[in-house]
């Protein structure tokens, strides 16, 4: 039983937790770009967030491979993120959220989204610093804020604000969610599994309901942060 579907689709979304994170840094981001301004999203995939930024010309970039569920067909551009097919100075905004840990040379990609900002344009990043290995084969490196800080000024850029995104508790609810699967894996043959299933409707309704809940409230007791599922990296090009 998926007792998500008896959520408010509200709730619903917070159990999710990373998801969650990501989708209000750019809900932040989205307020914070005038109206017109040119917005590149850096590692695009499916363009999910293009409908956040209704109020400007977005453009979609990737190089379109990995596995996963992600779906390339809403791109506005197939491209290599370091060496990114557009001239200098081309954007007032990039974003790049949960990309930069999926490219080789991270300081090539962090120069070229610097090369194609404007004077004065805004980098807005989000990166993880733990994270389970996804998008095989192309899953490279985790960040602390440290890395973060000096690949932006690696290449030229000034760090405004860099943040952690949620701390241990945040961290904890958020792997919760996957114990069920560790503890009740699936590959065991069924008639094992089956004398679990009441146990495993409690476990499931405890790790992915009440504990993704209960660490929201818990998180504020966390204040050196250095746990987290990752930062969020605001930087201008001087």
């Known amino acids: 039983m998926n ?4 959520l408010p689709g509200s709730v619903q979304r917070r159990l999710h937790i990373s998801r969650w994170l990501a989708d209000r840094f750019v809900e932040r981001v ?16 499916d363009c999910a967030y ?14 379109a491979k990995g596995s996963g569920k992600t779906d390339y067909g809403d791109l506005d551009v ?5 060496s990114l097919p557009f001239s200098d100075g081309s954007f007032d905004v990039v974003l790049s959220v949960n990309v930069l840990e999926h490219v080789a040379e991270p300081a090539q990609m962090m ?12 980098l807005y990043l989000l990166a993880p610093q733990s994270a389970r290995v996804h998008q095989e084969p192309y899953d490279f490196y985790r960040y602390t804020e440290y890395g973060l800080r000096h690949l932006a000024e690696g290449a030229g850029l000034t760090v405004e604000e860099l943040e952690p995104t949620g701390g241990y508790w945040l961290l904890v609810g958020n792997e919760c969610s ?16 089956i004398p679990f299933w009441p146990l495993e409707l409690v476990v499931k309704l405890a790790n992915s309901v009440l504990a993704p809940l209960m660490c929201y409230a818990l998180d504020g007791l966390d ?4 746990y987290t599922l990752g930062h969020s990296l605001r930087a201008r090009k001087q």
């Open 3 to 6: 007792w998500k579907l008896f």
């Open 111 to 122: 120069w070229e989204m610097s090369r194609v900002l404007r004077r004065g344009g805004v």
């Open 50 to 63: 293009r409908a956040n930024f209704p109020h400007a010309h977005y453009v979609g970039v990737d190089f």
């Open 78 to 82: 197939v491209g290599n993120l370091l």
């Open 223 to 226: 204040r050196k942060r250095t």
């Open 30 to 45: 989205a307020a914070e770009v005038p109206e017109g301004a040119r917005v590149l999203d850096a590692g695009a995939g």
């Open 178 to 193: 996957r114990a069920t699967g560790y503890l009740f894996p699936r590959w065991r043959p069924l008639w094992l599994r």
